[in-house]
């Protein structure tokens, strides 16, 4: 594969109006979290104008949480600014095909046991100091770190040892063949391994990337300005960035409708429609679904050790209201939590569960319950508030009683990952819109080997296993993941409701922004005009 930077695919869609109003929006990526598919072209790119890019200015980006610096290297709706700081070593495009970014070129061994990368010459880090093969190997060994929150870790792991070829070659040595070894490089952020427990407090994050932080003042956001040594010539095109957070939706509305922010991916469902009518700004959604919302399920909390009970409340919940009154009309109502876009969906698995209230009543009796009294957590955001209230009002009607529990977005993240979940929670995931197996083997609700769930099966191992380490292509492939899928209708130990892409409220002012397939914001070639 000869070098090249290429530009940005084009699948992002604009949308003037919407299907449907009303409800709030789920902020995708946790437990993923996050976050979308590959880079895309953003918002109202034809109305550049014939004058091409201009340079200068600081764009205005409106978060509804903060950063958090020991989730830096996990992926979570706070890995927005990922990109803004950091490289990564490939990216995919929209037919999952990786491209070049700091490894230029790869090559794989016919075993499936080494694969050689070439890597970009003449980068240096935001401190001056020159990237090299030994970043990338301490990238990997930062993923290996179980100190590290890192959904990939087990891919990391794979990789058992390193031949460098001199400052800008490297074989990495894997243990067995993976699929999603491409997935790994578009997750891993390359960071400074000399300022790494640094960055792990969140005191300097030095990376390679277009922009280099100048300040973070905790619960207020995040100052960055151009990177004036980035190895790609003549980017970035604007000045700065700064990252606001401003968690109420009022607020934060406020904010893109007088121009103070240009640019947001946190807009409440029921406010999308609103947003859409407003002349300066358009509204566009990443359509291969970076993430979903679902429903969790602790199966150590009796009855949810039977799954008869967990299936009851799958046929309970209705997905297609939950698309139109929560997410404003944006995603796909699914029972599975592969997007159109993945080798994995299939139509059988996106309808296998429907609304049937009383078909979840009947397998509640069968399971010997009338009535059940239960815990749900959520995040306390308003699209994550609208979501737990639309999955309580389905279950009540079912004779499952859900109480509330509002809890802060960083808290929530850490249940998650230390599996210490109540009977239920509700929250959003990502790792579907990649490889499917990087789904069962790095997504924390879904992992194999340890979930939030606790759930424990000898056969759905057996089967991520064979899925993850198989280099099977057509038919064969195809047999391996529809085998996770319909365990994971199955078991019903996370019930996925609807696949959603991140939505894009901007300024027309804004041209070309784009995200990754793990919803890292690209400004590379992003400039303010109009």
Known sequence: MTELYPSAPTALSRRTTLRAAGGGTLLLGLGLTGCRSAVEESAAPAAAGAAGPRRGGTLSVAVNSDFTPSLLFAQSNQSLQQRLIYNTLTRYDDRLEPQPELATSWEYAADGRALTLKLRTGVVFHDGRPFTADDVIFAVKNLQNPVRAAQLRATAAAVTGFEKRGDHELVLKLAHPVDNIFDLFEFMIITDRNSVEEAFAGKRLNGTGPFALTRWSPGAGLSLKRHEKYWQPGRPYLDGVEIRVVPQADALISSLRTGQSQLSYSVPGR???????????????????GGASYLGVNTSIAPLDDKTVRQALAWAVDRERILKQVLGGYGLASATPWPKSSPAFTEAGRTHYRHDPGKARE??????HTRLDLPLLHVNLPGETALAEAIQYDLKQVGVHVTLEPTDPATAQKKLISQSMPALWTMGHSFAQVRPSTLAVSAYPFNAAKNTSRFRSEEYTRIVREAWTSRATGAEANALRQRITDTLLDEAFIIDLAIRGSVQVASKKLHGATLNKFSYLNLDDAYLAG
């Open 363 to 368: 397998l509640l009796r069968s399971a010997g």
């Open 271 to 289: 406010n999308l429609a609103t947003v859409a009518g407003v002349p300066d700004l358009v509204v566009s959604e990443y359509a291969t679904g």
